[in-house]
C-alpha cells in the first residue's frame, strides 16, 4: 500500500479534470483505502523531519490536501503548548497545521422539503464544489469543502456526472453544488439545546487568553473546559482590523451553524482566505469576533487565529448547542441564524 496519497493521485481518483468530466468520474475510489489514521495537510506546505524536532534535518516536504497515513502518535518536549508529533513516511510532522480526516461516503437525499435547507457535513478530506451557468455551464471552483465543514442543503438535482447533487446555499457565494455522497445530513433534533432550563443570568463563558483555555459555567460551576487558538496578538488582520481577540466582557450575538468566512469570491485559490462552511459560529463582538469549529488546523493552546477563538469543531458544536441566544430545532430548516442577547463572554488574561 502507498505511503501517502498525493494531490495530483487524489485529483486523478476525485475526478476533477476535464477528461473525467467526459468520462463521468466525480467521485473518488476509496473501496481500498485504509483512512483509520489519516491526514490532511492544512497548510500551504509542511516539512517532515527526521525526529520529533523543528531543529533536525528536514526529509520531505508535503503541499496542501495532500493525505498521508499516521503510523504513530509521538510525544516530545516541544512545543510545549502541542508537544505531538506524528510518525508519517519518511519521519516527523508535528500535528499543528494538519487536520485529522475520514472517509466516509454517503447516500444522498432524494429530496428535500421546498421551501426549506437541510445541514450537512462534508465526511471526506474535501470536495469540488461546482457551478452552473446558462452561458459557460459546469464549472469547477477553485476553492474546496473540507470534511467536518458544515453546509446548507437547498436543493437535490442532478449533477454533472448524471448523480445526485447536492444545490449549497451560501450567504456570500450565492449557490454552487456538491456531490451527494459527500455530504452526511446533520438530523436537527441532534442539535437540541444543552441544559435550556438554565436561566441566562446562570450561564457564563470564560476565556483566558494567557493560558488559551476557554471553560463554561452554569450557577458558578464548570460543567465544560477546553483549550482554544485565540488570535495573534498585534498582528493585522483583513479590512484594517487587529488579528487580536479583545479583553472585556461581551454576550454571544449571533449563533450559524454554518458560516463562510472570506470575501464570498467564488473565483479565489486554494490559497487566498475563503472559508466555506465554517461550523457552529457564535459571534459575542459586532465586528467579527467569535467561537466557532475550526478544520484548518490542530494547534489548539497557542494563538493562531484571525482574531476569533479556535475550537475543534466537536466541542464548537456543543458551545453553539449550549449558549444562548436560544435556538429552535423546529426552525433550522428555516433559519440560518440565531439572534438576541446571549450568554455572557468574559475574555481576559
Not at 464548537?316 to 449558549?323: C, N, V
Request: aromatic share 14%; hydrophobic share 35%; with cysteine.
Amino acid at each position: 500500500m502507498n505511503s501517502h496519497l498525493s494531490r495530483r493521485d487524489f485529483l486523478k481518483l476525485s475526478g476533477l479534470g476535464l477528461t473525467s468530466l467526459a468520462m463521468g468520474r466525480f467521485v473518488p475510489d476509496f473501496s481500498n483505502f485504509d483512512d483509520s489514521n489519516l491526514i490532511r495537510i492544512a497548510a500551504k506546505s509542511m516539512s517532515v523531519y527526521s525526529a520529533p524536532s523543528d531543529k533536525s534535518m528536514i526529509t520531505a516536504s508535503y503541499g496542501r490536501d495532500e493525505l498521508i497515513h499516521v503510523y504513530e502518535e509521538v510525544r516530545a518536549e516541544e512545543p510545549k503548548w502541542n508537544p505531538v508529533w506524528y510518525r508519517v513516511w519518511g519521519g516527523y510532522m508535528h500535528r499543528g497545521s494538519i487536520q485529522h480526516v475520514k472517509i466516509l461516503p454517503n447516500i444522498p437525499l432524494a429530496s428535500i422539503p421546498e421551501g426549506t435547507r437541510q445541514l450537512a457535513e462534508v465526511t471526506v478530506p474535501f470536495t469540488q464544489p461546482w457551478r452552473y451557468t446558462k452561458v459557460y455551464g459546469w464549472q469547477a471552483l477553485q476553492w474546496r469543502l473540507y470534511y467536518e465543514s458544515v453546509h446548507w442543503i437547498d436543493g437535490v438535482q442532478e449533477g454533472p456526472d448524471g448523480e445526485t447533487w447536492y444545490r449549497i446555499f451560501d450567504e456570500l457565494s450565492g449557490s454552487y453544488y456538491v456531490a451527494g455522497t459527500d455530504l452526511r445530513p446533520i438530523p436537527h433534533e441532534s442539535l437540541a439545546p444543552i441544559s435550556p432550563d438554565v436561566p441566562w443570568a446562570n450561564k457564563r463563558i470564560d476565556v483566558n487568553l494567557a493560558t488559551q483555555t476557554l471553560t463554561a459555567y452554569e450557577y458558578d460551576k464548570a460543567v465544560f473546559q477546553t483549550n482554544i487558538a485565540s488570535g495573534i496578538p498585534g498582528g493585522g488582520g483583513g479590512k484594517g482590523l487587529s488579528t487580536t481577540t479583545p479583553s472585556g466582557q461581551f454576550h454571544i450575538q449571533e449563533k450559524l451553524p454554518s458560516k463562510h468566512m472570506g470575501n464570498g469570491n467564488l473565483f479565489a485559490g486554494a490559497d487566498d482566505y475563503e472559508l466555506a462552511g465554517v461550523p457552529w459560529t457564535s459571534f459575542f463582538t459586532d465586528v467579527g469576533h467569535a467561537f466557532h469549529g475550526t478544520y484548518w488546523h490542530e494547534n489548539f493552546g497557542t494563538p493562531q487565529s484571525h482574531g476569533c477563538v479556535n475550537m475543534r469543531t466537536n466541542e464548537a458544536q456543543w458551545l453553539f448547542r449550549w449558549a444562548r441566544p436560544p435556538h429552535n430545532v423546529d426552525s433550522l430548516s428555516k433559519n440560518y441564524y440565531f439572534r438576541g442577547y446571549g450568554t455572557t463572554v468574559d475574555i481576559h488574561y
